[in-house]
């Protein structure tokens, strides 16, 4: 039997304050609300309530912005209109938001070998609507979306910011960057505020600035899946972690991660958990998802051409656990 487990959130709607301590002027302010499906957790020093209040605030919209354009759930999104005219012939103009992002995204498709690739649309609405119906889809049906799919099947013009889309029937997914992407930009909008020490946690997708006030690092505990845990002082990095922990669905005893292989069209088999370390929020969301997709082996390859980014990827395959840590 089929069978789904969802992310368990709490959404907290309305943003809620909690002042814990006082540092040099500067108080520590933590806002969490439910957002792109995961809780969003906002940490941050600030000189006063006010400040922090409407910071956090202005922080949140920026957020809900970019999920109106950019979120798959909703027919009116702007990512799901470009889609609605892939092969079509026409070259779409963008919003600015729209295109870095699916610029980055097609840089990571490109160094990491197709790994990653926000293309896979069809495939994920079509594992969405199996696990939800409870049928494993038929080999034509996962070989029918697979045609639609193809990184190389999108075209971009930085100077017009405009997208090519070169199939009919094809559809963006950025899940697996969206997150680490928000949080950025979030992250950018507290900044305007004066704020330096921050901790933006997007579903698990993390940036950090500058330390909090007489410390050395924000301390960001990292599992490898089960019983192993790691406790770093970490600023000025972004961390994203990927796994089937909660979102993952089961057929005949086996189960298969929400992340899809490219080359196959079905979801992963033998993963634990992958956890990215980068410069870069986005880089460390879509990475994490791309080093899962390729395992041990062939991360090892691709790692060489993201040098400022560590990983820690465990997979388990026959109660066999193999683990690839670069982090210290
Ligand atoms: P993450 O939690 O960041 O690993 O993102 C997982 C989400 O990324 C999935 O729910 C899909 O929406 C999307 N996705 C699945 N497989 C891939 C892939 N191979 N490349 C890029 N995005 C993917
Ligand atoms: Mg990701």
Redesign the pocket.
């Known amino acids: 039997m089929f069978s789904k487990r969802i992310v368990k959130c709490v959404f907290i709607w309305g943003l809620s304050a909690v002042t814990s301590f006082t540092y040099a002027q500067e108080s520590r302010y933590s806002f969490e609300k439910g957002m792109m499906g995961s809780p969003f957790k906002l940490v941050f020093y600030a000189k006063n309530d006010s400040v922090a209040n409407i910071a956090a605030q202005s922080a949140f919209k920026r957020i809900e912005k970019l999920n109106e354009l950019l979120s798959?759930y909703r027919d009116g999104s702007e990512i799901n209109m470009l889609s609605a005219q892939s092969g079509s012939g026409k070259w779409v103009p963008v919003s600015d938001d729209l295109f870095n992002i699916l610029a980055i995204?097609q840089d990571i498709?490109v160094k990491t070998d197709g790994?990653?690739?926000?293309t896979?649309?069809p495939?994920?609405q079509m594992w969405r609507h199996a696990t939800r119906k409870g049928i494993f889809p038929k080999e034509s049906e996962i070989k029918e979306a697979m045609s639609k799919t193809g990184y190389t099947k999108m075209k971009l013009d930085p100077k017009s910011k405009k997208v090519f889309l070169s199939q009919k029937g094809m559809r963006l997914?950025?899940?697996?960057?969206?997150?680490?992407f928000a949080a950025e930009e979030a992250v950018k909008v507290l900044q305007t505020f004066g704020i330096k020490s921050i901790m933006m946690d997007a579903?698990?997708?993390i940036v950090l600035t500058s330390p909090p006030p007489g410390t050395e690092g924000w301390n960001i505990t990292i599992s490898n899946g089960s019983d192993s845990l790691k406790t770093m002082a970490l600023s000025n990095v972004s961390l994203?972690?990927?796994?089937p922990t909660y979102?993952f669905m089961e057929y005949n005893g086996t189960r298969y991660?929400?992340?899809?292989?490219?080359k196959t069209g079905i979801?992963?088999l033998f993963h634990v958990r992958?956890t990215v370390i980068s410069p870069d929020g986005t880089v460390a969301?879509?990475l994490?998802?791309?080093f899962?997709?390729a395992g041990i082996v062939k991360s090892k390859k691709i790692i060489a051409r993201f040098p400022a980014s560590k990983v820690w990827l465990v997979e388990k395959q026959d109660e066999r656990v193999a683990e690839w840590n670069t982090l210290e």
């Open positions: 798959d995204s498709s790994a990653f690739d926000a896979l649309g495939v994920v997914d950025i899940g697996g960057l969206g997150k680490g579903g698990g997708k994203a972690t990927s796994g979102r991660s929400h992340i899809v292989d490219p979801g992963l992958t969301d879509a994490a998802t791309a899962s997709v």
